[in-house]
């Protein structure tokens, strides 16, 4: 009953023409691009990997194998679990903390500025200048820190002529470039979020806290961080995701001894051409990434709401 | 109760570039006293407050608390604490928290900071509310534990930026009387910024009068009523009748004053002309309406001027009767309604009376609202 006056109601506000569109568009969005393709995902990490005459055959039959193999490895391999891909998968998770951790350092003291200060014409200029390199697309971002952090880059170059190295930092090696590459990748989702928040909060609180004796860290402890929360977590959300979810960054970044777990599931689907496991290693590194979040978002007391906010 | 701190402006310039926003300004202000600044919005009212809690430093001159030069310290140094327009409480913390976060910041812990909070919800009456975020308050209540919180850190001076704007007419005079109260209550200086003359009439020990960053009177609520130093103080404070003319004599601190439409009008010269008013100087006559009255028929006051009434309104406690015969503004005239019919004279002539004794002549300046 209460559904139909819903659903009436809605079609007398837009109008039936508005109104379908809207439902259709939505439900497209939903069902058709994200359901599906996430539910035929998880339906394939649980079927063999077969050639193709036999699927639909007798042997294709529901598993946990490629669960397993990542957990356990290979059958018949020294050690007792896969070693090398949930070593992969703990630091790509742990190293996306990092990357999330170092953006909100950056990007706090930022957004805070940027929202706080009435500058009007000044802080747009600098609001556009930070949107304007993202007009450049990824690949070139990546390979333009591949050349900067080059053994001849502009940053060994510049301190070889400063004197205050002698030979050049292979910072690739050390995944410097990486981390900078993943940090620089998706900071603005960082910015935005928590500028916004910042931007609607009363200066008067700011200057109460201050008259009332607070330095400046309690103001930002008691008053701004509290009040900026459901930005910041929704900014790190987006960032967390995005970075152990990434892949041009790594590929062209990572040193060679360093892989993204999102570079395995690539392997498995493309050279390995097993769907199968690549798509049980990625609906894990979902399923964990999500897990992980939602246990932050509990632990610094967070709601979903607001994170729409 | 202790004898309060006193604050003192001496020779404060207050500049933004070329704009001067305060010019000059000496003030002393009594320890434990309730002082007001008045005027109008943009008269430089606020950047004072501003300039005492240490938020903006003076461009020139000194302000000295208790005696100490407040050059260089800042807001979260000095013995003051400031109430915001719109209160500035902090939406996330509960009600108790907000109230004690000036302990919070010197470290006391939290049994403590309750059980203060719980005194000082007490005295303002929300006994129990401590729990609450302020957003389930109401305006008055927000308005008090505004006060509370400026309270808890016991400071010397309490500043306050017109905390009663937001607030309904009942609400606002309501918490005029309690503010009063409060304040002989802890003893302490409050500095008060309004636009309000009502307020800053009915709380204030003393009253500064600004226009255009420019002090134009500092004086107690009643001698800015009767006797004000400028034609804007004049004007602003309270309703008043205004005529133009040019001094015509003067002898014993009163004057006569030829004016163009209403004749010559008897005035008191102003105090603060005393000294500098001459005869033939441009002056203006200001009458409150309340010191006009209808004359008699029959009587030989030369006190009198007549008028056509163009208006009348009804008010409630009193009648307003308007006239022709200002400078270009009608005369209004408030009679007290004693409860009995009166006939309407809309159209006619009528022969008012005043006081010269209440009538104030002062050189020819600015006025309000102009």
Redesign the interface.
Known sequence: MKRTGFMSEFFERNGLALGLYLLLAVGFWVFILILLPQLSMLDFSFRHHLPPPEMGGPKDVYTLEHYKFLVLGAQGADSSYNAVDLGVFVRTLLAALFVTLLDLALCYPLAYYLGQSNGGGFVRVLVLLLIIPYWVNEILRAFAFRIIFGDSGVINELLISMGMIGSPIDFIRENVALYSGLGYAYILLMIFPIYNVIESL?R??I?????????WW?IHW??VI??AKPGISSGCTMVFMLTAGALAAPQILGGPSSLWFTQIIYQWFNQGGNWPRGAAYAIVLLIVCIFIVLSMMRLFKVKMGDIGK | MSQGVGVNLQDVWIRFGDFVAVREANVDIEGGSFFSFLGPSGCGKTTILRAVSGFLEPSDGKILIGGNDMAGIGPNKRPTALIFQNLALFPLMKVWENITFSLEVQGVGAADRRKRADELLDMIALAGQGDKLPSELSGGQKQRVAIARALCASPDVLLLDEPLSALDLKLRQHMRTELRQIQQRVGITFIYITHDQGEALTMSDNVAVMRHGIIDQIADGQSIYDDPATPFVASFVGENNVFRGKVKSIENGMAIISTNRTGDLHARVGTSARETMKVGDKAMIFIRPEALSIAETNSASNHRIKALVTNEEFEGQAYNVFLEGGEGKEIKMSLVNQGKIRQSSMGKDMFLEYDPEQSIVLPEGELANE
């Not at chain 1, 200057?207 to 330095?215: C, V």
Request: proline share 12%; aromatic share 6%.
């Open positions: 009363d008067n609180q200057e109460a806290a201050r008259d009332m004796g607070a330095p309690r008691r008053v509290p009040y």
